[in-house]
T-cell receptor, first 113, second 113 residues
Framework: DGGITQSPKYLFRKEGQNVTLSCEQN?????MYWYRQDPGQGLRLIYY???????QKGDIAEGYSVSREKKESFPLTVTSAQKNPTAFYLC????????????FGDGTRLSIL | DAKTTQPPSMDCAEGRAANLPCNHS???????VYWYRQIHSQGPQYIIH???NNETNEMASLIITEDRKSSTLILPHATLRDTAVYYC??????????????FGKGTLLTVNP
């Protein structure tokens, strides 16, 4: 089945540790996105990429980093510089045409030990 | 992006049609209306989108008023699995950070047996 796979579903981070969240899509979509969702809140854009080897900061990029070496993959690293990383992280992808919808994975829930 | 207004909650009997309204009175001519839903602890699921014509797919129908200032999402035969928060989003068709989705508080639809 085509779709977006995020892993792991749950992740725990120790103080001072970097962690990487995986996002893989087999929809042949050009654009990929990372959002953060806090309890009772809407989604906030962290990073997005419209093409391989290119990505742009979103509204809350501080403390996060990404790479886009392959069209299918857009991993997100939560660095130790992100002081409040506990949240639900969502990856999405979209076909290049402007009006096409974004499709989401099932998310990774990150907590601090 | 245009602001949207949705009722915070609605109830619907199982098997009946669920009609979810959305006001977007400041919508621009190049902005599309998208509907997503989110079940607790899962990623948002795309439902349907449209510009000015009514749209129908296997999940739902989207009715957009002639002046485009409001729309209604119709789930024709609601089931218990349709219980979720439904988001109406208006977004310009464009590139760059215009791709980001801005989720408001949405409507919690509860389908009752």
């Amino acid at each position: 089945d085509g779709g977006i796979t995020q892993s792991p579903k749950y992740l725990f981070r120790k103080e001072g540790q970097n962690v990487t969240l995986s996002c893989e899509q087999n929809l042949n979509h050009d654009a990929m996105y990372w959002y953060r969702q806090d309890p009772g809140q809407g989604l906030r854009l962290i990073y997005y990429s419209q093409i391989v080897n290119d990505f742009q900061k979103g509204d809350i990029a501080e403390g996060y980093s990404v790479s886009r070496e392959k069209k299918e993959s857009f991993p997100l690293t939560v660095t130790s510089a992100q002081k409040n990383p506990t949240a639900f992280y969502l990856c999405a992808s979209q076909r290049r045409a402007n009006n096409q919808p974004q499709h989401f994975g099932d998310g990774t829930r990150l907590s601090i030990l | 992006d245009a602001k949207t207004t949705q009722p915070p909650s609605m109830d619907c009997a199982e098997g009946r049609a669920a009609n979810l309204p959305c006001n977007h009175s400041t919508i621009s001519g190049n902005e599309y209306v998208y509907w997503y839903r989110q079940i607790h602890s899962q990623g948002p699921q795309y439902i349907i989108h449209g510009l000015k014509n009514n749209e129908t797919n296997e999940m739902a129908s989207l009715i957009i008023t002639e002046d485009r200032k409001s729309s209604t999402l119709i789930l024709p035969h609601a089931t218990l699995r349709d219980t979720a928060v439904y988001y109406c989003i208006v977004r310009v068709a464009g590139g760059g950070s215009n791709y980001k989705l801005t989720f408001g508080k949405g409507t919690l639809l509860t389908v009752n047996p």
